[in-house]
């Protein structure tokens, strides 16, 4: 079982130690550097790659790794293509073709130089551009790069690549090589010839032609006074490890020399012979082998063979010369354990693909904040369709998988990237609507107080006593307190206004159709007390007409009463699933109170509006009773007109809806029963006599 040793074989079945049990390695196994490859793509955000590799070992089982890295970090793979080797053309057609139609950018190469020149040939021929090549260390040190017609194409390439090192005396070795030399004389001299410029004597012609103009090479020549690829000991990869393979084999040997007797690692603590030890005998000592480089790395073997995977990362970028050159930009080193063993220097990268910044391999471009991703049907998952989130759901970043719904109180902004604080809906008084009802409320309230100071005034006048003086200014005041009551549903609306609101509302109209309703009774025993022998002529004192109006009022507020006590209104906040406006309103608490407030206030009105149409044909001295009639055939039609209106409105055009009934049937009331007599008493005042009164009414009889 002989100990082997390789410096450039890195195909990861060398690893299985029951078939290479004694197989050592300088060189990284191709695993860790397709696990390294996947992280770099991924490192640059590149979720859409191309795979490209040759069709042996090494490149078929590199790239399966690559792509079973890139899958589970949730990447997808664009194409995967086969450089075939048995094929004079490598398949480079097809392969650039295919590479040239995809929408990946970053395409993974894993092959050998020497196959990889058909593919890159053939692709300089279809003018493939934009794309970013990501290699493996076969090809990252090839000599072919070099060479200007593959720079336009191979320029940004990035990489893995073997480390290179210092190799002590190497580079005087090789500035002492001379053709006096006997091993590879012939090669020397072809070498020489090149670097120098000269030409050495031909023996079947000693002498140089005195017309040539190439100088005779004399063999003196040094190697020291010209910089070549020759001896630029730098960047050489390969040949580091070939020296490190050497180093190996001589410290694990200078090992087994230096065991002391009696203290060796063998059975009975024997030693192994330098002049005559066994294969396994070395094997241990290879097995232990742990060297201090002069880089600060150390190389030793793992269980399977294998020294620390440790990697350059190269980009290739053009000299001032125009000629590739790779430039380390960062490093991948398995050994470090402390840190990040993936490092990476994205300002030192230039790319080849004339963008600025990192490239892009996406299959489609990113969903911004505001939609989510959908998959495409028969498509890989990173191919995906932006999807606008729904309303009133949001997306806060890129590539939301899914919409987030914002809370109950809060609305998506125009961008649907944050959830903002609804709009808040009431009728405020800062609001047109608002500053306009409000300002015809008060307006309004002002015409009953001139009516009620007009009263006053003509106190004494027939029209004035005739209509019942006390409780027409009661009515007045009533009507007056109808519209400011319109008031309180202006307004942010606060707790107390929520339960004010309404009661107010109730028990204020309640009074004023209270009045009314008195007036039209009144009206009616007015005229039956008239008839000779009537027994009605105590009922028409004003006592009666206050009894009634108590009466009616105590009704509606007992139901007031009994809904703040088992129900009362309270403030609500109303958010409609679709929309980005919070209302904010007084719930009535139980409907059913509410109804039966409004129905008692129709019940009084309707009331009033059969007793006054009655009573229409009744010899009245001013014809009360068919103002009457038509104030409550008004004040129904408005309040009638309401129900419907008001269920088919919400928020603030609600309330609205109520101030606008108030208003319109409280202004009913005011034109039918006043204004006539309003316009008598101001313009009309010889109709405001006796004679012209009792002379109405004597027609009337008739």
């Given at each position: 079982m002989q100990t082997q040793i390789s410096h450039f074989a890195t195909s990861s079945l060398l690893s299985n130690r029951i078939q290479f049990p004694s197989f050592f390695r300088t060189v990284p196994s191709d695993a860790f550097q397709s696990r390294g490859l996947a992280q770099l793509v991924l490192h640059f955000g590149w979720t859409w790659i191309g795979l490209l590799a040759i069709d042996n070992a090494y490149g078929q089982q590199g790239i399966q790794i690559v792509k079973r890295d890139i899958l589970n970090a949730g990447a997808c793979v664009a194409f995967t293509e086969t450089i075939i080797s048995s094929r004079?053309?490598?398949?480079?057609?097809?392969?650039?073709?295919?590479?040239?139609?995809?929408?990946?950018?970053?395409?993974?190469?894993?092959?050998?130089?020497?196959?990889?020149?058909?593919?890159?040939?053939?692709?300089?021929?279809?003018?493939?551009?934009?794309?970013?090549?990501?290699?493996?260390?076969?090809?990252?040190?090839?000599?072919?790069?070099?060479?200007?017609?593959?720079?336009?194409?191979?320029?940004?390439?990035?990489?893995?690549?073997?480390?290179?090192?210092?190799?002590?005396?190497?580079?005087?070795?090789?500035?002492?090589?001379?053709?006096?030399?006997?091993?590879?004389?012939?090669?020397?001299?072809?070498?020489?010839?090149?670097?120098?410029?000269?030409?050495?004597?031909?023996?079947?012609?000693?002498?140089?032609?005195?017309?040539?103009?190439?100088?005779?090479?004399?063999?003196?020549?040094?190697?020291?006074?010209?910089?070549?690829?020759?001896?630029?000991?730098?960047?050489?990869?390969?040949?580091?490890?070939?020296?490190?393979?050497?180093?190996?084999?001589?410290?694990?040997?200078?090992?087994?020399?230096?065991?002391?007797?009696?203290?060796?690692?063998?059975?009975?603590?024997?030693?192994?012979?330098?002049?005559?030890?066994?294969?396994?005998?070395?094997?241990?000592?290879?097995?232990?082998?742990?060297?201090?480089?002069?880089?600060?790395?150390?190389?030793?073997?793992?269980?399977?063979?294998?020294?620390?995977?440790?990697?350059?990362?190269?980009?290739?970028?053009?000299?001032?010369?125009?000629?590739?050159?790779?430039?380390?930009?960062?490093?991948?080193?398995?050994?470090?354990?402390?840190?990040?063993?993936?490092?990476?220097?994205?300002?030192?990268i230039q790319w080849g693909t004339g963008h600025h910044g990192v490239p892009v391999s996406v299959c489609s471009p990113s969903c911004p904040p505001g939609f989510r991703k959908a998959a495409i049907e028969g498509q890989p998952l990173c191919c995906v369709q932006c999807i606008p989130c729904s309303s009133g759901e949001i997306a806060n970043h890129t590539d939301s998988l899914q919409c987030t719904k914002c809370p109950w109180d809060m609305w998506t902004n125009p961008a649907q990237d944050h959830c903002v604080p609804k709009t808040q809906e009431f009728l405020s008084n800062e609001d047109k609507l608002g500053t306009t009802l409000m300002a015809t409320g008060i307006s309004s309230s002002l015409i009953p107080v001139g009516i009620f100071a007009i009263f006053i005034r003509y106190r004494t006048t027939p029209i004035v006593r005739a209509n019942n003086y006390s409780l027409s200014c009661l009515l007045l005041v009533s009507l007056s307190l109808c519209f400011l009551c319109s008031l309180v549903f202006i307004g942010y609306p606060q707790y107390e206004m929520c339960l004010l609101r309404q009661v107010t509302f109730g028990i204020v109209f309640a009074l004023c159709v209270s009045c009314i309703l008195a007036k039209t009774i009144m009206v009616v025993i007015a005229f039956k007390a008239t008839r000779p022998g009537s027994q009605l002529r105590h009922l028409t004192r004003p006592r009666v007409s206050y009894f009634i109006v108590n009466s009616c009022i105590f009704i509606q507020i007992f139901l007031c009463i009994m809904w703040l006590t088992f129900s009362p209104p309270f403030l609500e906040y109303k958010s409609e699933s679709n929309s980005g406006v919070l209302i904010i309103q007084c719930n009535e608490g139980s409907p059913l109170a509410f109804w039966s407030m409004l129905g008692y206030l129709g019940l009084l009105a309707s009331i009033s509006f059969i007793v006054a149409f009655l009573a229409r044909r009744l010899p009245d001295r001013f014809n009360e009773a068919k103002f009457i009639t038509f104030s409550m055939l008004a004040f129904l039609s408005v309040w009638v007109s309401y129900i419907p209106a008001s269920l088919s409105s919400r928020g603030k055009y609600m309330v609205a809806m109520e101030i606008f009934a108030i208003q319109s049937s409280t202004w009913s009331l005011v034109i039918c029963m006043f204004f006539p007599k309003c316009f008598i008493i101001v313009f009309r005042p010889n109709m405001n006599s006796r004679e012209k009164l009792m002379a109405k009414q004597k027609n009337l009889s008739n």
């Open positions: 004079q053309d490598r398949n480079a057609p097809h392969i650039a073709q295919v590479v040239k139609d995809s929408t990946a950018t970053a395409v993974v190469i894993f092959s050998t130089d020497v196959d990889l020149t058909f593919v890159l040939d053939e692709m300089l021929r279809q003018n493939v551009t934009g794309k970013v090549w990501i290699t493996s260390e076969s090809w990252a040190a090839s000599s072919f790069w070099s060479l200007n017609k593959y720079s336009r194409l191979l320029f940004g390439t990035i990489g893995f690549a073997l480390p290179g090192g210092r190799m002590p005396g190497f580079g005087d070795f090789l500035n002492k090589i001379n053709p006096s030399m006997v091993v590879g004389n012939q090669y020397i001299k072809i070498f020489w010839e090149q670097v120098f410029g000269c030409k050495f004597k031909d023996r079947t012609s000693p002498e140089v032609p005195s017309n040539s103009t190439i100088k005779e090479c004399t063999g003196q020549e040094s190697l020291m006074s010209v910089q070549s690829n020759f001896n630029d000991v730098s960047s050489l990869r390969a040949t580091y490890n070939v020296y490190l393979a050497v180093y190996a084999v001589a410290k694990a040997l200078s090992d087994l020399g230096t065991c002391k007797k009696g203290d060796g690692p063998f059975a009975n603590r024997i030693c192994a012979n330098i002049e005559n030890f066994t294969p396994w005998q070395l094997l241990y000592y290879m097995t232990k082998l742990c060297l201090n480089m002069p880089d600060g790395r150390q190389l030793f073997f793992d269980e399977n063979g294998d020294p620390p995977a440790v990697y350059d990362i190269v980009n290739w970028q053009l000299s001032p010369e125009g000629k590739l050159q790779q430039v380390k930009v960062g490093s991948y080193d398995t050994s470090i354990t402390t840190g990040n063993i993936f490092t990476i220097n994205n300002s030192l």
